[in-house]
Each structure stands twice: as structure tokens, then as C-alpha cells.
């Protein structure tokens, strides 16, 4: 299971990110993330989406297990649109992407 406080912290770390940073890209104050950090407190959903937004990440990618992929914006809006397709459309469309693999290599 994911420790939540954990995973910000080094999301926070990764980037180099004093706590006070963290602070002004989220918005939050300094205080409610040290409580965080000292196991005073948990993170709302509501800060979470906060804290997602300020690293570039959906509320799933922060979520996800494993190796973390951040997706650059033109990725996200294909995903967006992927996701409004049928089944049956998503299926005609990775068949086009497999032939045109196949074609190019």
C-alpha cells in the first residue's frame, strides 16, 4: 500500500524542492505540510489534487504502483480523446497503429 506522505516527500526531493516550495506551488501553508511530514496529520483529497497539480500529475498518477511515467501535455490530451472512443473504435485504431509499425520497420 502507498504511504502518502512518503510519496510526496520524495516526489518533493526528486525535484530538489524545499518544503517551503512546495508551500508556494501548492498554495498550502508551510505548516499544514510540516504536520504532514511529522505524522501529525494526512493530506485531504482536496490537497492531494493540490499537491498532484503543483508535480504535473493526475491524482492516478500519483496513485499508480510502480515506475512512475510522467506524460507530457500532448500525451494527455491524446489519452483524453482515446478515452471517449468505443471499444470497437480503440480496436480499429491500435489495429491502424500495428500496421503502420509493421510497415515502418
Known amino acids: 500500500m502507498i504511504d ?8 518533493r526531493l526528486e525535484r530538489g524542492w524545499s518544503v517551503y516550495k512546495l508551500a508556494n506551488e501548492t498554495g498550502l501553508p508551510q505548516q499544514t505540510i510540516n504536520q504532514w511530514f511529522n505524522s501529525e496529520t494526512m493530506p485531504s483529497i482536496y490537497n492531494l489534487g493540490l499537491i498532484c497539480d503543483a508535480f504535473g500529475l493526475t491524482l492516478s498518477e ?21 478515452s471517449c472512443l468505443s471499444k470497437e473504435e480503440q480496436d480499429s485504431i491500435k489495429t491502424i497503429i500495428e500496421i503502420y509499425l509493421s510497415n515502418n520497420k
Request: proline letters at 0%.
Open 4 to 11: 502518502i506522505v512518503r510519496k510526496i516527500n520524495n516526489l
Open 62 to 82: 500519483f496513485f499508480a504502483e510502480g515506475e512512475l511515467i510522467e506524460a507530457h501535455d500532448e500525451v494527455k490530451e491524446l489519452y483524453k480523446k482515446w
